[in-house]
């Protein structure tokens, strides 16, 4: 699949790791789709290009496993690739950060929180993912599905609060929310 939004030139690395581990780990939704999926999210609502942002989206499910602090953790990975490569760490490191809980600090954590949430949006591709965070999270955590539909319902319910606050804290993307 081609990646046209982003512009890093050595894009190749985080994908084959993001790649790398979704294979290791039997993740069937934080993988290199749901990347694309950000990315041709981003291109088609015609947000200007951003290396904050194009960086952001890269690494913020970089670390996704069974352990708890995922965002902290992608961030830390990020900032360790940030020194390699001499970019700036901030605000990339916080923008990742905003992905735990979903909450719009600014415009461009609106825009990342927006393309990552957009696969659950719409009823079709709502169900597809749901199925596969299911299998993903029976890979991870070996829950039942019962378990996941109770994890489910009170993780949206929680969502659901942040995305209504997330409707006055952003003019720009509020209809998104």
Not at 17 to 43: F, Q, V
Not at 78 to 95: M, R, T
Request: proline share 3%; glycine share 2%; with cysteine.
């Amino acid at each position: 699949m081609n990646i046209h939004w982003t512009q890093i030139p050595q894009y190749r690395s985080p994908i084959e790791a993001i790649t790398n581990m979704a294979r290791e780990s039997g993740l069937t939704y934080h993988n290199e789709e749901h990347l694309y999926s950000m990315y041709k999210w981003l291109e088609e609502n015609d947000v200007p290009y951003d290396r904050d942002l194009d960086h952001a989206v890269m690494f913020h499910d970089i670390i996704y496993d069974h352990k708890p602090d995922k965002e902290l953790r992608s961030a830390e990975f990020w900032k360790e690739y940030a020194d390699i490569w001499l970019l700036p760490v901030e605000p990339v490191y916080s923008l990742i950060l905003s992905t735990k809980d979903h909450l719009v600090n600014d415009e461009r954590s609106s825009l990342l929180i927006c393309a990552d949430l957009h696969g659950l949006t719409n009823l079709a591709t709502t169900t597809i993912n749901y199925g596969k965070i299911l299998e993903e999270s029976q890979n991870l955590y070996g829950i039942t599905v019962y378990e996941f539909a109770k994890n489910s319902i009170e993780f949206m319910s929680g969502l659901r609060l942040r995305i209504i606050d997330n409707m006055f804290r952003e003019d720009k993307n509020a209809e998104f929310f």
